[in-house]
């Protein structure tokens, strides 16, 4: 009996999970006249692959979202890291103030933001530019990196950024030489929740780029929908594209992952 | 070689906890002077301040005669060993040692041979591809000491290096670093709790309290002379006996001593005789609380007035719990304290 309901709740959870992704695999496999019928596609076509490349510069739209995810991944990582390193180990005054407003950063809601920020870019000519979107990315992005990585910065024995110092090190070369690599996981992980956040983002990128060759993947797929027309087998085909690449690099920094996890789970 | 000069060496932390509060000592070149104390006595923070990791609220710091408060690490050119070892989890032992060497740019070459040279000098050669996680508490030690050494310093500071090695392992790493230390002739820093470990390496000991100095002399003669209650109750083990002399029976010789005054008045155990045989009409007496054979010798510890004192029976004492026992002493190896200050009073004795 017990071993029934576990199953079950098993098969419930994977269904839970990974249900959605399955159905849009199905429905992006599916010909035209089968699309909203449920169970097994009766054939197997890739015509809305071939779809949702014709017509629209989708090729470069997922160009677009990899620069724009990457670049601000790095970002994130490159300020975040030394910031965390600097907020869990060096003394100076108003450490945590400093920590808890930049949390009050990523409080306001992005609807709050748009408009101020759109007549930002807009006055600084980056409208319509993909560092338009990476900059405030970062900035919105920054947060999360920083609490996360100082808990990790923290994790690490004081007396190894001494022991460091000691061995001749100046601050920043105790950080790189012997912080940064012990704090791997913490970026991993960091870079992963970076990484998905600027490739999901939607509003941004809607309201500061119009031309079509600059739009990002969310933004380009909601725009699939013709006036008369739901091109529902194309957008299935363009949301597997615009997934995969989110499990990649997921399966890539995995093993780190957890173990990040992990580590920020026992610190509390 | 250097010497190290502490002037009325102050630090409080933001919240204005004064953890050292101005401390006086003069370290000649090739020393070897341990800081003791209880935790919290400000011996961790004057190492650190020694060794530029934090900053002295006012008062000097001077290195072969310069000042170096303002320099970095990295400028004073010390080594240290810290109490969790603080080895690079991500390096094997071999880079580990060669760390200082690197970050100071020598030649490869001469980082290799040097590395490989420490590291047969202290046994541990054949774990050079090895990482931390792979070597036992002992080994781990020895490849602190190895990363400290390598670099050939002039002043190597300990923090409490050996305090977590199990008892064997420790006294006798604690002999290899006395040793060591008369091989290199380099000036030694310890910082310890254990005040065996005082007792038996140093040169001259300094008892710290409360962020001041009690004592700076020989541990032989802060064994024989302590200068207050504090340092004659922390060092020696066993404890030192430290009671009225109305416990003891001896107010009248006392009295002499002190020349009148309100004394507590010490003594250590080894000078404290069980009696054997009927006991004089005036003998302190009282009855066996516990008795503790070490061997070569046997501590009695006898409870007499309320008190407990602890007196050597010898390895042959054959007494158990809650038999009368009377004591034996010398009164000139009484050590008079004032009841007010508790300071040492010098008595001609």
């Given amino acids: 009996m017990k071993r029934i309901g576990l199953w079950f709740g098993l098969i419930a959870a994977i269904t839970f999970c990974a249900g959605?992704?399955?159905?849009?695999?199905?429905?992006?496999?599916?010909?035209?006249?089968?699309?909203?019928?449920?169970?097994?596609?009766?054939?197997?076509?890739?015509?809305?692959?071939?779809?949702?490349?014709?017509?629209?510069?989708?090729?470069?739209?997922?160009?677009?979202?990899?620069?724009?995810?990457?670049?601000?991944?790095?970002?994130?990582?490159?300020?975040?890291?030394?910031?965390?390193?600097?907020?869990?180990?060096?003394?100076?005054r108003g450490r945590k103030a400093l920590l808890f407003a930049s949390l009050a950063v990523s409080?306001?809601?992005?609807?709050?933001?748009?408009?101020?920020?759109?007549?930002?870019?807009?006055?600084?000519?980056?409208?319509?530019?993909?560092?338009?979107?990476?900059?405030?990315?970062?900035?919105?992005?920054?947060?999360?990196t920083l609490w996360i990585l100082t808990g990790f910065f923290e994790d690490i024995p004081d007396e190894l950024y001494r022991a460091a110092r000691v061995d001749g090190c100046t601050p920043f070369q105790a950080f790189r030489k012997v912080l940064l690599p012990l704090a791997a996981p913490g970026l991993a992980t960091t870079a992963i929740l970076v990484f998905i956040f600027s490739w999901n983002e939607f509003l941004y990128a809607l309201t500061f780029i119009s031309t079509p060759e600059k739009r990002t993947i969310p933004v380009a797929i909601s725009l699939f929908a013709g006036?008369?027309?739901?091109?529902?087998?194309?957008?299935?085909?363009?949301?597997?594209?615009?997934?995969?690449?989110?499990?990649?690099?997921?399966?890539?920094?995995?093993?780190?992952?957890?173990?990040?996890?992990?580590?920020?789970?026992?610190?509390? | 070689m250097a010497s190290v000069t502490l002037e009325n060496l102050k630090k409080t932390y933001p919240g204005g906890v004064e953890v050292v509060k101005g401390i006086d000592v003069d370290i000649a070149d090739g020393e070897f002077v341990t800081l003791v104390g209880p935790s919290g006595c400000g011996k961790s923070t004057t190492m650190n301040l020694i060794a530029g990791l934090e900053e002295p609220t006012s008062g000097t710091i001077r290195i072969d005669g310069q000042v170096v408060n303002d320099w970095t690490p990295k400028d004073r050119d010390v080594a240290m060993v810290f109490q969790s070892y603080a080895l690079y989890p991500h390096m094997d032992v071999r880079r580990n040692m060669a760390f200082p060497l690197e970050v100071a740019k020598l030649d490869p070459k001469?980082?290799?041979?040097?590395?490989?040279?420490?590291?047969?000098?202290?046994?541990?050669?054949?774990?050079?591809?090895?990482?931390?996680?792979?070597?036992?508490?002992?080994?781990?030690?020895?490849?602190?000491?190895?990363?400290?050494?390598?670099?050939?310093?002039?002043?190597?500071?300990?923090?409490?290096?050996?305090?977590?090695?199990?008892?064997?392992?420790?006294?006798?790493m604690r002999a290899e670093l006395k040793k060591l230390h008369e091989d290199l002739k380099a000036t030694f820093i310890y910082v310890t709790h254990d005040q065996?470990?005082?007792?038996?390496?140093?040169?001259?000991?300094?008892?710290?309290?409360?962020?001041?100095?009690?004592?700076?002399?020989?541990?032989?003669?802060?064994?024989?002379?302590?200068?207050?209650?504090?340092?004659?109750?922390?060092?020696?083990?066993?404890?030192?006996?430290?009671?009225?002399?109305?416990?003891?029976r001896c107010e009248e010789a006392v009295r002499k001593l002190s020349g009148g005054r309100e004394v507590l008045v010490g003594i250590r155990p080894e000078?404290?005789?069980?009696?054997?045989?009927?006991?004089?009409?005036?003998?302190?007496?009282?009855?066996?609380?516990?008795?503790?054979?070490?061997?070569?010798?046997?501590?009695?510890?006898?409870?007499?007035?309320?008190?407990?004192?602890?007196?050597?029976?010898?390895?042959?004492?054959?007494?158990?719990?809650?038999?009368?026992?009377?004591?034996?002493?010398?009164?000139?190896?009484?050590?008079?304290?004032?009841?007010?200050?508790?300071k040492r009073i010098d008595h001609s004795a």
């Fill in chain 1, 107 to 144: 409080m306001f809601p992005p609807i709050a933001t748009v408009s101020p920020l759109y007549l930002i870019i807009r006055s600084v000519g980056l409208l319509d530019e993909l560092t338009g979107l990476i900059i405030p990315y970062t900035t919105f992005a920054l947060p999360l």
């Fill in chain 1, 20 to 92: 959605p992704f399955v159905w849009q695999m199905l429905t992006s496999i599916r010909p035209e006249s089968d699309l909203t019928s449920l169970g097994m596609p009766t054939a197997v076509t890739f015509d809305s692959y071939v779809g949702a490349f014709h017509g629209r510069p989708f090729g470069h739209v997922i160009l677009n979202s990899v620069i724009v995810a990457v670049v601000t991944t790095l970002f994130c990582l490159a300020v975040g890291a030394s910031a965390a390193f600097a907020l869990a180990k060096l003394d100076f």
């Fill in chain 1, 227 to 268: 006036e008369h027309k739901e091109p529902w087998g194309e957008i299935a085909a363009a949301s597997v594209i615009a997934t995969l690449p989110l499990i990649v690099v997921t399966m890539f920094f995995q093993r780190k992952i957890v173990a990040g996890l992990t580590a920020g789970a026992v610190k509390g």
């Fill in chain 2, 196 to 248: 065996a470990e005082a007792m038996t390496l140093s040169d001259r000991v300094v008892v710290l309290h409360k962020g001041i100095v009690q004592q700076l002399a020989p541990p032989k003669e802060i064994y024989a002379r302590p200068s207050n209650v504090f340092v004659a109750n922390f060092l020696g083990s066993p404890k030192i006996n430290m009671m009225k002399a109305k416990t003891l």
């Fill in chain 2, 271 to 342: 000078d404290v005789h069980i009696g054997t045989g009927a006991p004089p009409p005036d003998a302190p007496a009282g009855k066996v609380y516990v008795v503790e054979p070490m061997g070569a010798e046997t501590w009695v510890m006898v409870e007499m007035e309320g008190e407990r004192i602890t007196a050597r029976g010898g390895a042959a004492y054959a007494g158990r719990s809650g038999d009368v026992a009377w004591l034996q002493f010398d009164v000139n190896k009484l050590t008079l304290f004032d009841a007010k200050s508790e």
């Fill in chain 2, 110 to 172: 001469v980082i290799e041979t040097r590395v490989k040279e420490t590291a047969e000098r202290l046994g541990i050669d054949a774990l050079l591809d090895r990482k931390p996680k792979e070597l036992s508490g002992g080994q781990r030690q020895r490849v602190a000491l190895g990363r400290a050494l390598v670099r050939k310093p002039k002043l190597c500071l300990f923090d409490e290096p050996l305090s977590n090695l199990d008892a064997a392992l420790r006294n006798q």
